[in-house]
Nanobody, 121 residues
Framework: QVQLVESGGGLVQPGGSLRLSCAAS????????MGWYRQAPGKQRELVAG???????NYADSVKGRFTISRDNAKNTVYLQMNSLKPEDTAAYYC???????????????WGQGTQVTVSS
């Protein structure tokens, strides 16, 4: 069993910064992919940033140059540094990891519980 626990959301003014964290725990052999998604009210969930075990990253066009995804392998943790936040960044943010659990062949998708980010003056 693998659990993802997120932290770091909150209320911030436009132009401000937040750092989200997502820590995985449990029976983990390896983590293949880490990512952050977001979902605003009335909209579909969208990929914000992704990071592979090889270090490749990809970002939504709307956040390029403002958001940075990174990881701490020793802590099985992924981060999302969000700078120059805009009101349109307001959403529930979810972390996702494709994990290979111990004793399992192949990866399994796990999701965090979500953390709210609100950008407003």
């Amino acid at each position: 069993q693998v659990q993802l626990v997120e932290s770091g959301g909150g209320l911030v003014q436009p132009g401000g910064s937040l750092r989200l964290s997502c820590a995985a725990s449990g029976s983990i052999f390896s983590i293949l992919v880490m990512g952050w998604y977001r979902q605003a009210p009335g909209k579909q969930r969208e990929l914000v940033a992704g990071l592979t075990s090889g270090g490749s990253t990809n970002y939504a066009d709307s956040v390029k140059g403002r958001f940075t995804i990174s990881r701490d392998n020793a802590k099985n943790t992924v981060y999302l540094q969000m700078n120059s936040l805009k009101p349109e960044d307001t959403a529930a943010y979810y972390c996702q990891m494709m994990v290979v659990p111990k004793g399992v062949v192949g990866g399994v998708d796990y999701w965090g519980q979500g953390t709210q980010v609100t950008v407003s003056s």
